[in-house]
């Protein structure tokens, strides 16, 4: 289970941008919120990867520093999902 | 023209004269144009020891090859000074119409000395260059200014300083365009210095491709590219900068409370995702520029551009504040007085914090934003406190026997990331030779964006290759002079082969990326010959010893030393941080005037004392 929050464009494919998710990994907290919402799917998924652009950390780290999107999740972590963004 | 028009326009102040020159050609295959060639000409008009303010102290309007081509982002221009903030070489650029209605007039440079008697503003038309009495502009802020001087955004345009660079604040901003800034450092008040209030160009000159087939190639590639970008055709346009706001503060890197903390519990209440549900009214392009990043927001006290990140952050989270109205505003009113946003938002957060420990007689309080107004006009006039602030937070901090809370490098305030939640960013602020910068080669690409890899943000090792490479890159586009957002489509290859295509001489990437080198290497000589040493490459100390207490960064300082051991020997520097007489000469910088390379086997530093220092290994 996890606290999630979409930012950036992301937020607007999702009725509840801030949410908690029920999964063991980041995949299943990623399948579990795209379930019935093909647009977020979309924008999170290319085939069955990650979309190239799209970062998500956990409690602040980036999971590809982790296990990718088989990063197992513990109670109250919190996952960041964000869609290309660029600023300076 | 192709490139380069050849013409240097030579103006001098304190006699009312001026004359045309020519721009060595040498040099400018060499260094390209704005901050390169500003930095080449400033080694030679501005000597060591030479006060900012004084008329002595020249300002150097550089534009690049590509200004003006039409290619891409091809609006910018820079500034070059000596910074009366920090001492150090300074230059700045900006975007906007300015630049490329500069090239317009048929000038590659313009360089202005002296100090006039009275108030002057410039006038540059295809009938000639008039000398004019602003005595009537004095006084006035840049909106005011720019209006009254007629801006018409394609046709006549306006670069001019508000109240804070006639009160020769110390971070005082050169605007143009109305909101566009020439921002870090103090450009402003060195303007201020000369009594100079404003110069306003119309051109009817073009910058067109020796090879037209290749230029509209590139042009073509360029656009596909950019188009196809998520950064460049849907981030930017759709958020601004803004939207790292949330990115930076959920890895524990944004700055909080004068960088007492790491991570701001109003941060998506000042985010770009915020800014676009309630106050975003529209978003806004340079000339040239598919990419449209500057914001135009609404608030019930009117309407105006921005606000960009840093400003929401130095506003923002470095001053406790969450109320994203007055942020908004206070954008406004710093771009109206002519200040850098940054710097003036660093000094406000210092001096809260100095009252808050009881150090400082004031109301100032973290998240007091009723207050941020007063503190911007009291600092731009030189009111009450505001007349310590205006002279940085470095000077103000120190004259209150309380520096350590001055958060600078080389005297310019630090922007919008903790370094502690980003060591490579830590190893760019400590080694920038503007001072704390992270627009000379930021690290948010590798350490945050994974642009173009992932690097541990918080691991030391292995930084200082990419951060020098980084720096030479952003060199090379400061000297071209495009936007860097351009660079987030298309690669430095690119630029060479529109280069090629434009002036006719063949370039390649890795002549550019060579002039990038010569560029920061000079900047660095210019820097030592003032006096400055390594001890000058670190970082406040809060930085250092302090460890983050919550977050995603708890536990880390900056671990500066190794890293910056390991990137002077990236550099080819000695272990002094002096680049070395066989570094300088392979960068053709052996043949500086006033520059002596021989072969010695110590390497010595010496402090100026009246002559041309001893830098290393027998460069003098």
């Known amino acids: 289970m996890a606290r999630v929050k979409l930012y950036g464009n992301l937020r607007r494919l999702s009725a509840t941008p801030h949410c908690v998710v029920q999964g063991a990994t980041v ?34 780290r980036d999971i590809r520093h982790a296990q990718n999107l088989e990063t197992p999740l513990s109670e109250n972590d919190e996952l960041a999902i964000f869609p290309p963004v660029a600023g300076g | 023209m192709h490139g380069w028009s050849g013409k240097i326009l030579d103006i001098d102040l304190t006699r009312g004269t001026f004359e045309t020159r020519a721009l060595d050609m040498d040099m400018a295959h060499q260094f390209l144009g704005g901050r390169g060639l500003g930095a080449r000409l400033l080694w030679d008009l501005v000597g060591p020891g030479v006060d900012a303010l004084s008329p002595e102290n020249v300002l150097i309007f550089c534009t690049g090859p590509l200004t003006a081509s039409g290619m891409q982002t091809s609006n910018r221009f820079s500034v070059t000074t000596k910074s009366p903030l920090t001492g150090t070489v300074l230059d700045a650029n900006s975007g906007g119409w300015w630049g490329m209605q500069f090239k317009r007039t048929g000038y590659d440079v313009m360089i202005v000395r002296g100090r006039a008697a009275q108030p002057t503003y410039l006038e540059i038309t295809p009938n000639g260059l008039q000398f004019h009495d602003a005595s009537a502009l004095w006084g006035k802020t840049v909106f005011a200014t720019t209006d009254a001087l007629g801006q018409d955004n394609n046709r006549r345009n306006v670069l001019c300083i508000g109240p804070a660079g006639e009160n020769r604040v110390r971070f005082a901003s050169i605007m143009n365009d109305r909101a566009r800034a020439l921002a870090r450092g103090g450009p402003g008040a060195v303007m201020g210095s000369k009594n100079l209030k404003a110069i306003v160009v119309e051109g009817n000159e073009k910058n067109t491709a020796v090879d037209m087939d290749l230029y509209k190639f590139m042009l073509y590639e360029t656009g596909k590219l950019v188009k196809a970008s998520p950064l460049t055709n849907q981030a930017l346009p759709e958020f601004g900068t803004i939207v790292m706001m949330n990115v930076i503060n959920d890895i524990g890197a944004l700055p909080t409370r004068n960088f007492q903390a ?78 850098d946003t940054i710097s003036a938002g660093v000094t406000i957060g210092c001096a809260m914090e100095l009252a808050e420990r ?196 708890e536990g880390y300082v900056v671990k500066l030393k190794p890293m910056l051991e390991e990137y002077y020997e990236f550099r080819g520097w000695d272990k002094h941080g002096v680049p070395t007489a066989a570094r300088l000469k392979m960068l053709g910088l052996d043949t500086l005037p006033n520059l002596q390379c021989r072969e010695e086997k110590k390497p010595t530093i010496a402090r100026h004392n009246g002559q041309a220092p001893v830098l290393a290994g027998g460069v003098r």
Not at chain 2, 276 to 293: D, H
Request: net charge negative; proline share 3%; charged share 25%.
């Open chain 2, 358 to 553: 009881g150090i400082l007689d004031s109301d100032l309080r973290f998240g007091r934003a009723d207050l941020l107004p007063r503190a911007l006009r009291h600092i731009a006039y030189r009111l009450d406190l505001g007349a310590e602030m205006a002279e940085g937070s470095f000077r103000f901090a120190a004259s209150h026997n309380a520096k350590e809370y001055s958060m600078t490098v080389k005297g310019l305030e630090l922007p919008a990331y903790d370094p502690r939640g980003m060591q490579g960013q830590g190893l760019l602020f400590a080694t920038s030779n503007r001072g704390a910068c992270h627009m000379r080669g930021n690290m948010l690409g590798p350490e945050v964006l994974a642009l173009p890899r992932l690097i541990d943000r918080l691991t030391a090792q292995g930084k200082a290759g990419i951060v020098a490479i980084h720096q030479n890159s952003a060199a090379v586009l400061d000297s071209l002079v495009l936007c860097k957002f351009v660079n987030l489509a298309v690669t430095e290859e690119y630029f060479a082969r529109m280069l090629t295509a434009v002036c006719g001489t063949r370039y390649t990437a890795d002549d550019l990326m060579r002039a990038g080198e010569r560029v920061w290497n000079l900047e660095r000589l210019y820097n030592l010959r003032e006096g400055f040493t390594e001890v000058e490459d670190t970082l406040p100390r809060r930085l250092l010893q302090e460890p983050v207490r919550a977050g995603p960064s």
């Open chain 1, 27 to 60: 995949r299943e907290i990623l399948d579990a919120l795209a379930r019935d919402n093909a647009r977020l799917r979309a924008a999170l998924f290319h085939d069955d990867a990650l979309a190239e652009h799209i970062r998500i950390t956990r409690n602040g």
């Open chain 2, 262 to 339: 790491s991570q701001f519990e109003g941060a998506d209440a000042i985010s770009g995702e915020t800014l676009r549900e309630t106050l975003l009214v529209g978003n806004q392009a340079c000339w040239a520029c598919p990419i449209s990043c500057t914001r135009v927001s609404r608030t019930d006290k009117g309407e105006g551009e921005g606000p960009e990140y840093e400003t929401a952050w130095a506003f923002g989270a470095e001053c406790g504040i969450d109320q994203l109205d007055a942020i908004v505003e206070a954008n406004w009113l710093c771009n109206d007085l002519g200040m």
